[in-house]
């Protein structure tokens, strides 16, 4: 009984099936109350009439000895049998004091004969003119219904029975009432409660767990609908998970950003000494070879012939080879062109590259970069390094497309082969982390180099050809006035 | 007699190439000058004909002081004296008024020609200078949309605005200078600018510096 066994909508199946049933048994409490009424209303009605039935089909009696307080009227009623009518009218209520009703007998003019204990308050029901037959439901002095019979006597007169629901079957159907209330409020409560669960409970994890499966760590906070307008969720656990899923976020932003900072730190310490080397170089190693070539320039003009002129000429021969390798080197460590423009500067790398692996380039760069800052300069040069000697080693391409172009508030910089391409895998999910651990440093590199300026790297076949599908490396790298929002 | 100023920070180097124009009887060498100030302060005092410019220098480089020559519109001619041999230099040496762009490592016999040619207020630049179409002699022909094209280009004029001088598409210009990289078989706008400039199709009095931006 694993909860991770559960399918996926189990929760709200499960929310459904307990708001149908509290539903269906609201319903069900409404409807056996509304049948019970009517039950207890057609039982009154039997009732008063089976009462009145019974007295009048009831043989006459031998008087008793009346109260004195009733002798004129019982002598009246003499015929009418009661003393039987009154214990008859016991079992109407338990407590007589409930006034749930009465029996009134009545001769024929309308004139009240007798009755039971507290009935004659009952009178104006009669009114005069209640034809005998059907119960009816008329309302009493007193503000009371009663349910009401008059049947004919065969010995002259009339009987009239009353009952009033409320008081007659007053505890029943108050204990009757009481539990179909408590039914009815229980499935109610548990509806709001369904309903409160769902709103303040499950809805607020659902869109965490939404914020959380959208999250970039380490580049974005989640965004709390509520906690932003300023609310915090009325439930403490959520506000408190949310809180968590924040604080986690805001650790990944920190460590992914001081990673970073590593990162430019290392590149940027890279960069200076190969720059610093470049300059040594230039400064010490190169002068001095050019300082040598002019002086075996000079020598060669005094010794125009012979053996001193052709190891002159060698010495030379040597010196120059020397002093292009030098360039060579400080150009590769550190292009000091670099700060001449980016347009110019990839034109004069491409140049230099297409040379050095017998390969065609083709730069195709707009001239709007009048501001790009030098670090991305730099970064776009060494991926053009990077990528290029990646695509003749590894490609085996024969033709590259360079393409650099303003976008918005950045540089869109790609490199397309034509060479073998990457295999599918690696590009269906770039893992640069993975390209590292099998070798690829250069692609990781690259990825970090844009990740340290904000920008994004994907690498995608250039063709659909699948014999050579070449490769796409794109670069957004965003700078400019509006682009330093950088994390 | 042509009197030269030379400026380079490299002690040796210099030794070398002073050693070199005195022993050229037409050349005279006025003033001698190790960093980017004190070339600037020979420069203005008594001007020379030619000016060779190391373009690495402390105190001001080599470009810096050419384009300053040309706003205080010295008679100096400049030479770009240099160990680096990108197109990129060459260009910003154009760019900056500079009339010869030469390599330290040259032979003399091409260091002479550069300063000859700058006093003469011709173009020169170092043959090792790298450019793909530069060894063919074919005569080519630009017609005069690719001509203004390119010079417009040359000034250092984005494509936008090329575009909106001349009333033509941006996508128009673009066409106008792939077709000029193809007659020069120039693979890209430096080297078809160098090659126009070589041949003589476009001419240095043509490119004046941009203010704008330097690139």
């Known amino acids: 009984m694993s909860a991770r066994n559960l399918p996926r909508g189990a929760l709200l199946v499960l929310m459904l099936a307990v708001t149908a049933l509290t539903c269906a048994t609201f319903l069900i409490s409404l409807y056996v109350f509304r049948a019970h009424e009517a039950l207890t209303d057609r039982m009154l009605a039997s009732y008063v009439q089976d009462v009145a039935e019974m007295f009048a089909q009831s043989p006459p009696q031998e008087p008793e000895p009346p109260p004195r307080r009733m002798a004129r009227r019982m002598r009246e009623a003499e015929g009418h049998n009661i003393p039987r009518m009154r214990r008859f009218f016991r079992m109407f209520a338990a407590d007589p004091s409930l006034d749930s009703g009465g029996l009134l007998v009545l001769d024929s003019e309308g004139r009240l004969l007798g009755g039971s204990e507290g009935a004659e308050k009952l009178l104006p029901l009669w009114g005069g003119g209640v034809e005998p037959g059907e119960p009816v439901v008329v309302t009493g002095p007193d503000g009371r219904s009663y349910c009401m019979v008059v049947r004919a006597l065969e010995r002259g007169g009339h009987v009239m029975v009353a009952a009033s629901k409320t008081s007659l079957l007053s505890s029943y159907s108050k204990l009757w009432n009481f539990w179909l209330f408590s039914v009815m409020t229980s499935s109610a409560a548990m509806l709001v409660g369904i309903c409160a669960l769902w709103r303040y409970f499950v809805m607020p994890v659902r869109r965490i767990v939404e914020a959380i499966g959208s999250l970039r760590w380490g580049t974005s906070k989640p965004e709390f609908e509520r906690r932003r307008a300023g609310h915090v969720p009325p439930l403490h656990e959520v506000g408190a998970l949310e809180e968590a899923v924040e604080r986690a976020a805001v650790d990944a932003i920190s460590e992914k950003s001081l990673r970073r900072r590593y990162v430019s730190d290392i590149v940027q310490a890279q960069e200076d000494a190969r720059r610093r080397l470049a300059r040594e170089l230039h400064d010490g190693p190169l002068q001095s070879v050019v300082a040598a070539i002019k002086r075996i320039q000079l020598a060669r003009r005094a010794s125009p012939q012979g053996a001193a002129r052709e190891n002159l000429d060698e010495a030379e021969r040597v010196s120059q080879y020397a002093a292009n390798e030098i360039r060579d080197y400080c150009d590769e460590l550190s292009p000091s062109w670099a700060a001449l423009g980016i347009e110019g500067a990839l034109e004069e790398l491409a140049e230099r590259l297409s040379m050095a692996y017998d390969v065609t380039i083709r730069v195709s760069a707009d001239d709007e970069h009048g501001d790009m800052p030098g670090d991305c300069a730099l970064a776009l040069i060494r991926i053009l390094q990077e990528a290029v000697s990646n695509s003749v080693r590894h490609g085996g391409a024969r033709e590259i497309d360079v393409r650099l172009e303003r976008r918005g508030e950045g540089a869109a910089f790609s490199i397309t082969d034509n060479g073998r391409g990457f295999d599918g895998d690696l590009l269906a999910r770039p893992d640069f982390e993975r390209m590292r651990l099998q070798g690829h440093r250069g692609l990781s590199n690259m990825h970090e180099r844009v990740q340290m300026l904000g920008g994004e790297l994907e690498i995608s076949p250039a063709s659909s050809s699948p014999s050579s599908p070449g490769t796409r490396i794109s670069v957004f790298i965003p700078y400019g006035e509006d682009a330093d929002s950088v994390a | ?215």
Do not use: C
Request: proline share 4%; glycine share 8%; net charge negative.
């Open chain 2, 1 to 215: 007699m042509i009197r030269i100023l030379l400026a380079d920070d490299h002690p040796l180097t210099r030794a070398g190439l002073v050693a070199w124009i005195e022993g050229e009887p037409d050349f005279e060498l006025v003033a001698e000058a190790a960093d980017g100030e004190s070339a600037w302060r020979a420069m203005t005092g008594s001007p020379p004909d030619v000016a060779l410019l190391d373009i690495e220098m402390p105190g001001g480089n080599g470009i810096e002081i050419a384009e300053r020559a040309a706003r205080a519109h010295l008679p100096t001619r400049v030479v770009m004296l240099t160990a680096y041999r990108a197109q990129q230099y060459v260009m910003a040496s154009i760019r900056a008024g500079a009339t010869g762009f030469v390599l330290k490592t040259a032979p003399f016999e091409q260091l002479r020609m550069a300063v000859v040619s700058a006093s003469e207020g011709r173009f020169y630049l170092d043959s090792s200078v790298s450019l793909a179409g530069a060894g063919s002699v074919e005569p080519v022909e630009l017609s005069p949309r690719e001509k203004e094209v390119l010079l417009l280009t040359a000034q250092g004029m984005q494509g936008h605005r090329v575009a909106s001088l001349l009333s033509i598409t941006e996508r128009t210009v673009g066409a106008h200078l792939a077709s000029v990289y193809n007659k020069f078989g120039a693979k890209n706008k430096t080297e078809a600018i160098l090659i126009a400039l070589k041949r003589g199709i476009i001419f240095l009095d043509e490119l004046h510096i941009d203010e704008g931006d330097g690139s």
